[in-house]
């Protein structure tokens, strides 16, 4: 009886040997495979800032163009408006203000790979049609506003569109299309009160008195970051708050963090992204002496950059937003934008006589807004082409 069982037990040897190899086997290949899938989606796991920068969800950003990258491209058939547009405050109306040339118009930007398209007034308020939109934000993003109001009023005859006011906002309605365009004042985003002997409170951890005017909105387009940077002598605030404290002082990209958790914390417990889009407009560059040039007198766009430096208030917003469970998406409109030292209004934002018009480099020069039509345009143009995706 031994014999067989020495016989079972080199059978069974034998079995589990055979076995055994075609395991290893399999486990090699299917561990190969595994390498494969994840070497062929290390590139997207890896590209965090550039998925940030253009969709901050799981969408793959290699399948989207990037704005943000390419060139301005001189163009005889822009503006997309008439520069009378009604709707243009005196500061940015350049031509009417003296300006003597008009090529800041003319320039749009051709991102590489891809193209955006020409603005539609008609495609856009049928898109937005029963819709509210609303850019939120400084002085900056009232300039965008403008912007987008001139580029689909000419398409509305003139008693069927008007403008309303109420508390720091202000609307533009297409009636036929049930359409506002609206701008809700709100520089730092967080609220900024009067205290005790008349000091200026930034609270960096209070957002409602300036949310409650964002809410049952379709798309919400916001930003901040000049009021942030401001130096001592023009800043806002007197004093920071966060919970029960009171700071004189605060490194100002801190203060700025603090103060976009706290919109991303109402952003992602108060809207439904079903229901809202969320975009965030990066910031737009000044082109003051700080920066190394006055914006005075120049007539083109820069070509390129011997060095690029990307911001900190960039990086910032960048780091919020990933950590933000609501997809947002981050309109990257700053290196595009700071090539443009031609498009500010720089002496004429306002009317000059004669007299000065002869000494023009007298007068304060602004170098943060931008011209109507002009570079703000191009924005908006971006800001069709996001909505449609």
Request: with cysteine; proline share 6%; charged share 25%.
């Amino acid at each position: 009886m031994a014999k067989p069982k020495f016989q079972l037990t080199q059978y069974s040897l034998f079995i589990f040997l055979f076995f055994g190899i075609l395991l290893c086997f399999f486990h090699v290949e299917a561990s190969s495979e595994l390498q494969l899938g994840l070497e062929d989606h290390e590139p997207w796991l890896n590209e965090e800032d550039e998925q940030v920068i253009m969709v901050q969800s799981s969408h793959d950003s290699r399948k989207s163009c990037d704005f943000s990258v390419g060139k301005w491209v001189y163009d005889q058939s822009y503006p997309l408006y008439d520069p009378k547009c009604p709707y243009l405050s005196t500061a940015v109306t350049c031509q009417k203000n003296g300006r003597p040339d008009s090529d800041y118009e003319k320039w749009k930007w051709k991102p590489q790979g891809c193209s955006i398209p020409r603005f539609d007034a008609l495609d856009f308020l049928g898109r937005m049609r029963k819709k509210r939109i609303m850019l939120v934000g400084d002085s900056i993003m009232r300039n965008q506003w403008e912007s987008l109001v001139c580029l689909v009023q000419g398409v509305i005859p003139n008693g069927r569109k008007r403008v309303m006011y109420s508390g720091p906002s202000m609307a533009f309605h297409a009636m036929d299309f049930e359409t506002s365009i609206e701008f809700s004042w709100a520089p730092l985003l967080v609220e900024l009160k009067k205290g005790p002997e008349n000091k200026r409170i930034l609270h960096l951890d209070l957002i409602q008195e300036n949310a409650k005017y964002w809410r049952n909105v379709d798309v919400l387009v916001f930003d901040s970051a000049h009021w942030w940077t401001h130096s001592d002598q023009w800043s806002s605030w007197d004093y920071f708050m966060e919970g029960n404290n009171l700071l004189k002082s605060m490194n100002p990209m801190v203060a700025y963090q603090k103060g976009l958790t706290t919109w991303s914390k109402w952003v992602d417990s108060n809207l439904d992204p079903r229901k809202t889009r969320v975009i965030f407009r990066s910031m737009s560059p000044r082109h003051n002496r700080e920066n190394g040039w006055k914006c005075y007198n120049q007539k083109q766009p820069l070509a390129f950059f011997s060095h690029q430096h990307v911001p900190e208030q960039l990086l910032v917003l960048q780091g919020v937003l990933r950590r933000m469970r609501f997809p947002v998406y981050l309109q990257d409109i700053t290196t595009m934008t700071a090539l443009r030292r031609d498009g500010h209004p720089s002496v004429y934002s306002r009317a000059m006589a004669q007299e000065e018009k002869q000494h023009p480099r007298g007068f304060s020069s602004d170098c943060s807004h931008w011209c109507l039509p002009g570079v703000p345009d191009i924005w908006n143009e971006m800001l069709s082409v996001l909505l449609k995706q």
